[in-house]
């Protein structure tokens, strides 16, 4: 089996993809996709092939895809880039990546979305089948790029697409714990956050990866303490501004996710459940 992975050198990437060649099987392989050749070097020397090329160039998906079984597409634009960049390659990448890998006869898709998607809350832990809804604090191009591209690629007749919906993604040096301070003061302080480590969101990518039979199935990945504001704060060593208790929360449950699928139907369980575990174990 030979899988390609896309978005290799992003915080989510390059964490997932030593633990995937280190748990894989005797004739297994990975490749992996970077726009920049030096940094594959890294994946080269843990045993990984490496494929050179932008997801936006038709030539690269030819290239990338020549002999793959399976696909993990982690690449996306998102960290300030202009809405039309979201655009091109958080959907019309990811779906011409699709669609060339349904040429290709590629028997796995998995799809790495957000739980952005949901938009706006529902006042209630949210599940896999709650419809994409416009709105709410988080919502712009890229969760709205992302729900399109999670849409066109179930479509898709005779590809195998998985998807995972994450969380906030933090831990083993990821600066996003830090980075989050920059729109926690807009936020209630009662407000909470969804988190993964990044130990449980590899866990749950090859799980998708590698379960039998789920085609077309999409999955919530979380852990089990979803962190407020105040602790964020905490969190960070920074005091509470007492501005922050003015913020109100228009529903408790915007982006809260219930996990229960992934557990049951994969077998799912965070190694770390809370950012405490995680900080305890000196895993931040
Ligand atoms: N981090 C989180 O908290 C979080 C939460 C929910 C969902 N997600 C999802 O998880 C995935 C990974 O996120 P991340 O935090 O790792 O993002 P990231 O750090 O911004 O990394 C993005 C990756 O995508 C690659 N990429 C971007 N544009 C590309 C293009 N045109 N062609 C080829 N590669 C391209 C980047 O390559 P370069 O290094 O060359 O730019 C990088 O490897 C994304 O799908 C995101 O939607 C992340």
Do not use: C
């Amino acid at each position: 089996m030979l899988t390609l992975v896309t978005g290799t050198t992003g915080q989510v990437g390059r964490r997932f993809v030593p633990r995937l060649l280190a748990r894989r099987q005797p004739g297994e392989q990975i490749r992996v996709l970077v726009r920049d050749e030096a940094r594959g070097e890294r994946f080269a020397e843990l045993g990984a092939q490496v494929a050179v090329g932008d997801l936006r160039d038709e030539e690269t998906l030819g290239k990338a895809l020549a002999g793959v079984d399976a696909v993990v597409n982690v690449a996306a634009a998102f960290r300030g880039v202009p809405d039309e960049e979201a655009w091109a390659v958080n959907r019309d990448a990811a779906v011409a990546l699709g669609r060339a890998a349904q040429t290709a006869g590629v028997e796995r898709f998995v799809q790495v979305s957000t739980n952005n998607v949901y938009g706006s809350g529902r006042g209630r832990p949210l599940v896999e089948e709650d419809e994409s809804r416009p709105g709410g604090h988080m919502w712009g191009a890229y969760p709205a790029s992302k729900a399109e591209a999670e849409r066109a690629l179930l479509a898709m007749e005779g590809l195998d697409v998985r998807i995972a919906r994450l969380p906030f993604v933090y831990g083993e040096g990821d600066p996003h714990l830090e980075n989050v301070m920059a729109w926690a003061p807009r936020w209630a302080p009662q407000q909470r956050l969804h988190m993964a480590h990044h130990a449980d969101v590899a866990q749950a990518l090859m799980r998708l990866l590698y379960a039998p039979g789920i085609a077309g199935r999409i999955y919530n990945v979380g852990d089990d303490a979803p962190v407020t504001t105040v602790e964020l704060y905490q969190l960070n060593g920074v005091e509470v501004p007492a501005e922050l208790y003015d913020n109100t929360d228009p529903d408790p449950w915007h982006n809260i996710v219930d996990t229960r699928r992934i557990r049951r139907e994969l077998g799912f369980r965070p190694i770390y459940p809370s950012v405490y575990t995680a900080q305890e174990a000196g895993a931040l």
